[in-house]
């Protein structure tokens, strides 16, 4: 059985990459009501950052910044992962829907069936890296063909940060080199 071995920075900032077991299912779009209030159940019961967050039809990035002495990340996706699955579940039967299947190893080990078992993370290295991966998360709806700009997206953190003044409504991005867990 793998080891998985992430570091324990206390404070960091990290990029995730989130996916649903189902690749191609619209499921993360037609409950984003769901998810967002996935989202502030967690914040309020552990609070971090959020720095960027986009919600695509099958996966979701975001950069958030977790508070000083703590960096326990993990529980925070297990809990928002765990909301969203009990609130579609509720509103969905599992026979009729196939994105709530699940195989034998997943009942085997109480998974709900909707997300794949891990995400991919990466610790932010400095301001340039943090940079890049904000503007990831921005530019991946036009990367997938859903817009044009960045900000015709509309489950994106791109609108705060327009709103804020930290990057203008033109902005389209340009191609963004790197590794970003798809």
């Given amino acids: 059985m793998p080891q998985y071995r992430r570091p324990r920075a206390s ?31 967690t914040r309020n019961a552990r609070p971090f950052g959020i720095d960027a967050f986009v919600v695509l039809p099958d ?18 996706w297990g809990a928002i992962k765990a909301r969203f699955t009990r609130a579609v579940k ?4 599992v026979g009729c829907n196939p994105t709530l299947q699940r195989s034998r190893s997943k009942i085997a080990k109480g998974d709900g069936g909707i997300w794949q078992r891990r995400f991919w993370e ?3 290295r400095d301001e340039a ?12 709806p036009v990367k997938h063909w859903l817009v044009a700009r960045a900000a015709d997206w509309p489950y994106s953190s791109i609108h705060r940060d327009i709103r804020l003044g930290l990057v203008g409504l033109e902005w389209a991005g340009s191609e963004i080199e790197g590794a970003f867990g798809e």
Avoid: M
């Avoid at 940079?131 to 921005?138: E, P």
């Fill in 129 to 140: 890296d943090f940079g890049v991966h904000v503007k990831y998360c921005w530019q991946d």
């Fill in 59 to 76: 996966h979701l990035h975001t950069v958030w910044t977790l508070p000083p002495g703590d960096s326990d990340f993990s529980v925070r």
């Fill in 122 to 124: 990466h610790h932010i």
């Fill in 11 to 41: 404070g960091a900032r990290i990029f995730f990459s989130v996916a649903l077991a189902q690749r191609g299912s619209g499921l993360l779009l037609r409950e984003i009501d769901q998810l967002r209030a996935a989202v502030v159940q």
């Fill in 90 to 93: 509720t509103r969905e039967t």
